[in-house]
């Protein structure tokens, strides 16, 4: 009978890289500069003040994803 593995180590390995892509994405100023044109905007707003609650909602949902992340592993340890 072959052994079955949690996923656990995986889905947390893809956490991780989460949030390695939101720290290089949040603290990268190039492409913040590049986001920094007064011509253009999205759904109305500066692109660069749309670059910056776009950021925000990748790195919350990171968090999110992590917090359930370790919530469902405590509920299967326990």
């Known amino acids: 009978m072959p052994i079955q593995r949690s996923p656990a180590p995986l889905r947390r390995g893809i956490v991780k890289l989460w949030f390695a892509l939101d720290a290089i994405v949040a603290l990268a100023p190039p492409l913040y500069w ?12 500066p692109t660069a003040l749309f670059y910056f609650l ?21 509920g299967v340890a326990a």
Not at 56 to 64: D, F, G, V
């Open 34 to 45: 590049a986001a920094d044109g007064r011509t253009t905007s999205i759904a109305g707003i």
């Open 54 to 74: 776009a950021v925000s909602l990748c790195i919350t949902a990171s968090l999110i994803a992590a917090y359930v992340l370790d919530a469902t592993d405590e």
